[in-house]
């Protein structure tokens, strides 16, 4: 794994980052939209079209806006760990890739974007590449794993028998 291979993930982090910023941007659309929805004092042409009384249009007014801010916190967090990413891997790069050691055992994975797998160890948050065919961790194994300094991304990892 080379300097070459890093900047090759480093790209698809931030393809994947500026496909998140857009879904944010639709979820900070959609806030927008259903609060304006829900501080208008009266029934919008659908509403009166399907007949719905008050209640149901107020219960509806809610619904929007709850969805909305649901969406919109989750592609928040989604775009900040994308950018903490994007900015670790860039400071592994400029200093040349420093590698670090830890031992511990698979607490849980987790796939954020198509490219990398979370993997959640003892003592904190990994990433290993889903491509990666000498990276196959499972869960409840304790693994000795080599991986950058700063971006914590496996470079390889090895099983240790108990």
Same mark, same amino acid.
């Given at each position: 794994?080379d300097?070459?291979?890093?900047?090759?993930i480093?790209k698809d982090?931030?393809?994947d980052?500026?496909?998140?910023?857009?879904?944010?941007l639709l979820?900070?659309?959609?806030?927008?939209?259903?609060?304006?929805?829900f501080?208008?004092n009266?029934?919008?042409r659908?509403?009166e079209?399907?007949g719905?009384?008050l209640?149901a249009?107020?219960n509806?007014k809610?619904?929007?806006?709850?969805?909305?801010?649901?969406?919109?916190?989750?592609?928040?967090v989604c775009? *900040?760990?994308?950018?903490v %990413?994007?900015?670790?891997?860039?400071? $592994?790069? !400029?200093q040349?890739?420093p590698? +670090?050691?830890t031992?511990?055992?698979?607490?849980t994975?987790f *796939?954020?974007?198509?490219? %990398?797998?979370?993997?959640?160890?003892? $003592?904190g !948050?990994y990433a290993?590449?889903d +491509?990666s065919?000498?990276?196959l961790?499972?869960?409840?194994?304790?693994y000795q794993?080599?991986y950058l300094?700063?971006?914590?991304?496996?470079i390889s990892?090895?099983?240790?028998?108990d």
């Amino acid at each position: 794994m080379d300097l070459d291979y890093w900047q090759g993930i480093q790209k698809d982090q931030i393809g994947d980052l500026l496909i998140a910023t857009a879904f944010l941007l639709l979820a900070i659309a959609y806030f927008e939209i259903a609060l304006r929805y829900f501080r208008s004092n009266k029934k919008s042409r659908f509403d009166e079209w399907f007949g719905r009384n008050l209640t149901a249009v107020a219960n509806r007014k809610a619904g929007h806006l709850i969805g909305s801010i649901c969406f919109t916190l989750i592609w928040i967090v989604c775009s *900040a760990v994308l950018v903490v %990413s994007v900015i670790s891997l860039q400071i $592994d790069i !400029k200093q040349e890739l420093p590698a +670090d050691q830890t031992i511990g055992t698979v607490a849980t994975k987790f *796939a954020l974007t198509s490219g %990398s797998i979370y993997v959640f160890i003892e $003592d904190g !948050k990994y990433a290993f590449i889903d +491509d990666s065919p000498n990276l196959l961790l499972e869960r409840g194994k304790k693994y000795q794993i080599t991986y950058l300094q700063h971006s914590r991304e496996i470079i390889s990892a090895k099983e240790i028998s108990d």
